[in-house]
């Protein structure tokens, strides 16, 4: 009998591990249309998100290998992605990567394809061409929407890039201080698109606002 309550806990703690592992898996259309808003504290974040660094936040990043298959990756600190394929088994990625032209080493692999960047070389993955796209939230702001907090899809942290568009996140220089020396144009996902100095929409209008009823009053008088 207690080889099969043995047996039992086996079973349920490898279902359990299965469903921690494995993910959400979404459209790329479903992740772009996440409401990000309604997750605003740290107690309403999802089982596919985790807790950010800023306070009462939720952070999202997915993987999409095409836009029916982006599955979810709720730890970030971890060097590996687990990604569940068509027939139910479970590939590793190794998520860290270096740049050449740095000193730098992540968990050991052995072929491109042990790379979330697509990358192996002397047995450490290096800053490639993935054959993912990233999904990651973003906090943009518009002329009317301070602080936007929404969802980015494009190439993943750390590839090269030319400009924003490209990107999960960001086209900046942030990688070159502390991963490499040379390199300037790299994604960094998770980046702010916020300015440093917000200009505050309603210190505009206000002003014009009250301008236009004096001219208004003026040419009635």
Known sequence: MKMNYNIY???VGLIALLYTVKGVTMTKKEVL???LKKYN???KCPEFSEKSEYPYKCSFTFYCIDDDNCQSDNNSTSPYFYFSEKDNTIK???KEYCFEDSECSTEK?????DCLSNNCKNS???AGKSLFTECSDIEDADFLNYGHHKMKCGRPDGESCNNSDECAGKCTDIH???L???RSNNCASHESFLPTNPIHVELIFIPAIVIIICCCYCLMC
């Open 176 to 178: 070159q201080n502390y």
């Open 124 to 126: 450490t993955c290096y």
């Open 109 to 113: 692999c052995t072929i491109d394809s």
């Open 33 to 35: 249309n996440l409401e």
């Open 41 to 43: 504290t740290h107690e």
């Open 180 to 182: 490499s020396s040379t």
């Open 9 to 11: 806990y086996f079973f």
């Open 92 to 94: 590793t990625y190794i």
